[in-house]
């Protein structure tokens, strides 16, 4: 991701998607239908009929790159990018900033959380979204590094929190634990 074109991995052999040959892609992920979603310099594109074609074009706007493409249990898509989250649910976008309690307006991982809602990491802290409200952590609240850049959560609700310049973090029963060298 991030650099140009796109190869696909089946059987043990590589092969370039030549419609998506010059695209510069940031992002990846999949709409509600299964398709194949990629971010091209700030816009969407879906795969139809082994082609990539602008998708919902009058819905999206260009707002910058999007890192972060995920596609919730509801089938509503949300988009991650340097200028905050949007939410595309229903035909009708949706757009979140720290204002509404978003951690950071640089959005770079989203995932579902086990036990329902999202969790989202961003270059200024974590950020929870749960029945339409936001509970966001900084390093003031414990969070070992304020550049979330990955997240994974186990079964038993323990997450965790890959950093841009502080390693690797564990977030378990509302505490926080650093793993460095």
């Not at 590589?14 to 419609?19: A, D, K, L, Q, R």
């Not at 009929?49 to 898509?77: M, R």
């Not at 950071?104 to 969790?119: C, F, P, T």
Request: glycine residues 12%; negative net charge; without cysteine.
């Amino acid at each position: 991701i991030g650099s140009v074109g796109l190869t696909k991995y089946e059987n043990g052999t590589f092969t370039p998607i030549e419609s998506a040959r010059k695209f510069v892609i940031t992002a990846i992920g999949n709409d509600p239908l299964g398709r194949l979603l990629i971010n091209n310099y700030g816009e969407l594109y879906v795969r139809e009929n082994d082609q990539f074609v602008p998708f919902e074009p009058d819905k999206i706007p260009a707002v910058g790159f999007f890192y972060a493409i995920h596609t919730d249990l509801e089938n509503a898509i949300w988009l991650g990018s340097d200028k905050g989250l949007m939410r595309l649910k229903d035909g009708v976008l949706t757009s979140f900033t720290t204002a509404d309690g978003l951690a950071g307006s640089d959005v770079k991982v989203i995932i579902e959380a086990r036990n329902g809602g999202l969790w989202i990491g961003t270059y200024d802290g974590l950020t929870r979204f749960e029945k339409g409200h936001f509970t966001s952590w900084r390093e003031a609240d414990g969070l070992p590094s304020r550049t979330v850049r990955a997240l994974y959560e186990e079964a038993d609700g323990t997450l965790w929190i890959g950093s841009y310049d502080g390693g690797l973090a564990r977030f378990k029963d509302g505490k926080f634990t650093s793993y460095n060298m």
